[in-house]
C-alpha cells in the first residue's frame, strides 16, 4: 500500500486532473470550525472559507448530521416529481429576498446564467424582445458563456470569443456613465453589490440610486448577482437591499449550501408571470441533499442568530483591519462589509498570500494587489485577532523586503 504524502497527492494529479488551477502546495485533509489541517497535522485558521463557501465553517456538527441523515433517507430524485423540500427552501429565501420564486442549480454560474435567460424570456413574452445587457467593469459573474459574457476581465473572454453579443460594460460607481449606457433597449443591468472578484468594491449608494433610476426611466430589469455578497456574508440578507436596490432577479449560490453544491435564481413575480414550463432546467438542481444543506444553513442564519453575530465580529473585523492598515504602508485601502474584505496592497498581493500560508492564515489574492478575506461566519473575536497576528506577521515580512 502506498502511503499518501503531499507528493504522491501532487504527482496524481499532475498526471490526471486537468491542469487550471494554480494550487498552493498544501493538501488539506480535516477541518474544525475556522481551522483547517493538511496532510503534516499542521493549524491554520480559514480566513478565506473555500472562497465564500464553507459559511457555517468545517465539519459543523448540525450540518453534517443533517447531511449524513439526508444520505441515510433519499438523496436525489429529479425534477420530474415532487418532494417534500424545495418549496419549504424557496419559501425560506422569498422571505428572505422578497423575491417569491425560485430556480435551484448547483453552482453561482449557473445561477448567473438562468437569470440572463429569464430576462431575455420576460421581454420575449413581451413581445419586445430587448437582449442587450448593461454589465460593469470589474465584475466577475462565472465561466459559463453567459456568464463569461458579462465578466469584464479581457483574460478571461479572449480565448472564448465570441461570446454573447449586446453586452455594455461601464465604469463601477459612476453615475453619469451608467445613466448613459442604459436605453429601452436594454433587457437588464447585471451588478455584484459587493464587486468579488474585482477587487472587493462595494457599490455606493449613488451608485445604486443611478440603477434604480435607469431602471425606471427605461423598464430594464435589475440582476443582482450576490453568490458572493449575498446570505449574510455582509451582516445583511442580501447588499442589494442595504443600498436600496430592488433587483428582479438575484443569483445566490457559495454559502447556502455550507460545502454543498447548490445555487438558485430568485425571481419576482413580474418576471414568473412571464416564464413557461420547459424554459429552463436542471437534473441535480434543488435536490433533497442539496435543499437539506440549506435549510440547515438558513435555520442557522436567521433562526439560530447567525446574521447578528456577522454583523458583530464584522465590526471587530473591520476595526482590527484597519488598524492593520494604518501599521502597514503597503496597505493602501481597506473595502468591505461585514465579513467580505479586501486590503489593497502598493503591489502585488502573492507574497503576502503565501506568507500568510506559511504562518497558518488562509486568505487569497485577487485582482492582483487585493487580499481578499472571506472567514466563515462563524468565526469568533478572538479567533479574528488570532488570524490578524498572522497576517500581520505575512505583511512585517513581506513589507519588509520593500
Ligand atoms: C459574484 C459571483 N458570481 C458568480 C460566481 C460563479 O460562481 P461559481 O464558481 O459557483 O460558478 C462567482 C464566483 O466566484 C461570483 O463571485
Redesign the pocket.
Known amino acids: 500500500m502506498t502511503t499518501t504524502t503531499i507528493d504522491t497527492v501532487q504527482t496524481l494529479e499532475s498526471r490526471h486532473i486537468l491542469q487550471l488551477y494554480r494550487r498552493a502546495p498544501v493538501t488539506f485533509v480535516r477541518g474544525q470550525g475556522v481551522r483547517l489541517y493538511d496532510i503534516d497535522g499542521r493549524e491554520y485558521l480559514d480566513l478565506l472559507s473555500g472562497?465564500g463557501v464553507a459559511s457555517l465553517g468545517h465539519a459543523h456538527p448540525g450540518l453534517a448530521r443533517a447531511v449524513a441523515d439526508q444520505a441515510q433517507t433519499l438523496l436525489h430524485t429529479s425534477n420530474l416529481f415532487y418532494h417534500p423540500l424545495q418549496g419549504q427552501l424557496a419559501e425560506r429565501l422569498a422571505n428572505l429576498s422578497g423575491l417569491s420564486r425560485a430556480f435551484f442549480c448547483n453552482?453561482?454560474?449557473?445561477a448567473?446564467e438562468a437569470c440572463l435567460k429569464f430576462a431575455r424570456r420576460y421581454w420575449y413574452t413581451r413581445g419586445e424582445p430587448r437582449a442587450e445587457i448593461v454589465a460593469l467593469e470589474e465584475s466577475?459573474?462565472?465561466?459559463t458563456f453567459g456568464?463569461l459574457s458579462v465578466t469584464s476581465d479581457e483574460h478571461y473572454r479572449a480565448p472564448f470569443a465570441p461570446l454573447l453579443p449586446g453586452v455594455t460594460f461601464v465604469a463601477v460607481n459612476e453615475p453619469s456613465a451608467l445613466l448613459a449606457a442604459v436605453s429601452t433597449s436594454t433587457a437588464a443591468i447585471i451588478a455584484?453589490p459587493v464587486q468579488?472578484?474585482g477587487g472587493v468594491r462595494p457599490l455606493t449608494p449613488a451608485f445604486a440610486e443611478a440603477i434604480t433610476q435607469a431602471c425606471a426611466r427605461t423598464g430594464a430589469l435589475l440582476i443582482a448577482?450576490e453568490?458572493?455578497s449575498g446570505l449574510g456574508r455582509t451582516g445583511y440578507p442580501f447588499y442589494s437591499a442595504a443600498i436600496g436596490l430592488k433587483p428582479h432577479l438575484v443569483?445566490i449560490?457559495?454559502a447556502l449550501g455550507g460545502g454543498v453544491p447548490v445555487?438558485a435564481a430568485l425571481v419576482s413575480d413580474e418576471v414568473a408571470q412571464a416564464i413557461s414550463f420547459g424554459d429552463h432546467g436542471s437534473t441535480y438542481g434543488g435536490n433533497l441533499l442539496a435543499c437539506r444543506a440549506a435549510l440547515c444553513f438558513l435555520d442557522e442564519l436567521v433562526g439560530g442568530g447567525l446574521l447578528a453575530h456577522v454583523g458583530r465580529v464584522g465590526r471587530h473585523f473591520e476595526r482590527s483591519l484597519k488598524a492593520l492598515a494604518a501599521r502597514h504602508a503597503i496597505v493602501k485601502e481597506v473595502r468591505g462589509a461585514g465579513l467580505m474584505w479586501g486590503l489593497e496592497l502598493t503591489r502585488d498581493a502573492t507574497p503576502v498570500v503565501r506568507e500568510g500560508l506559511a504562518r497558518g492564515v488562509i486568505v487569497n489574492r485577487t485582482a492582483e494587489k487585493v487580499v481578499r478575506l472571506l472567514p466563515p461566519l462563524v468565526i469568533t473575536e478572538a479567533e479574528i485577532d488570532q488570524a490578524i497576528d498572522r497576517l500581520e506577521a505575512a505583511l512585517a515580512a513581506v513589507g519588509a523586503g520593500e
Not at 107 to 110: F, I, N, V, W
Request: proline share 0%; hydrophobic share 20%; charged share 30%.
Open positions: 472562497i453552482s453561482g454560474t449557473e448567473v466577475f459573474h462565472g465561466r456568464s455584484e468579488g472578484e448577482d453568490v458572493q443569483s449560490g457559495k445555487g
